[in-house]
């Protein structure tokens, strides 16, 4: 099974910050990797397909790279709704695996 | 839209089946999973099955205990559960997969629906 994992698990940050999170896989997946994030009791929600694809209707300000085993999400100007968990998932091969979440908060 | 439905209190070795219902996009056409998240911790997949209903796979750790199913007639997506132990305590989502040549992700996602297993 691939096994990602998440850094960091949680961070502090402002509005208007940057925010980086990054996600590592234990084999090569290309760019077959995922990016949803989650607002506390709801169901999760697509941001970035295929390593860079913004889903439609996501905001500009959230951006995703990287291929092979190394990727991030990028969140240029950190909003008040985008205080949330993110989590990556690789779809490169069965099982389908998440990374273990970062969880982004109010500082 | 997805909703499911069918979760609950069910007491260690006893069985739930977990129902999604879809609409808004043609139900047929879409490889499907179930996808779970325990009690405050990460997202974990579960099963995923064909659009036709022919080919299905699990988590190993749910491997002959659970079966997922489908009835494109009716639009919806089933999940049964048998010898529920504790750790399958969950919120159950279910969750379309969406192919793009080889890429493929998950969108949308339902509500979600508690299973607890507890005696």
């Known amino acids: 099974d691939i096994q990602m994992t998440q850094s960091p698990s949680s961070l502090s940050a402002s509005v208007g910050d940057r925010v980086t999170i990054t996600c590592r896989a234990s084999q090569d997946i290309s760019s077959y990797l995922n990016w949803y994030h989650q607002k506390a009791g709801k169901a999760p929600n697509l941001l970035i397909y295929a390593a860079s694809s913004l889903q439609s209707g996501v905001p500009s300000r959230f951006s995703g790279s990287g291929s092979g085993t190394d990727f991030t999400l990028t969140i240029s100007s950190l909003q008040p709704e985008d205080f949330a968990t993110y989590y990556c998932?690789?779809?490169?091969?069965?099982?389908?695996?998440f990374g273990g979440g970062t969880k982004v908060e109010i500082k | 839209q997805l909703v499911e439905s069918g979760g609950g209190l069910v007491q260690p070795g006893g069985s739930l089946r977990l129902s999604c219902a879809a609409s808004?996009?043609?139900?047929?056409?879409?490889?499907m999973n179930w996808v779970r998240q325990a009690p405050g911790k990460g997202l974990e997949w579960v099963a995923k099955?064909?659009?036709?209903?022919?080919?299905?796979y699990y988590v190993d750790s749910v491997k002959g205990r659970f079966t997922i199913s489908r009835d494109n007639a009716k639009n919806s997506l089933y999940l049964q559960m048998s010898s529920l132990r504790a750790e399958d305590t969950a919120v159950y989502y279910c969750a379309r997969l969406i192919y793009r040549s080889t890429w493929n992700w998950f969108d949308p996602w339902g509500q979600g629906t508690l299973v607890t297993v507890s005696s």
């Open positions: 998932q690789q779809s490169y091969s069965n099982p389908l695996t």
């Open positions: 808004g996009f043609t139900f047929s056409r879409y490889w």
């Open positions: 099955i064909k659009e036709d209903g022919n080919e299905k």
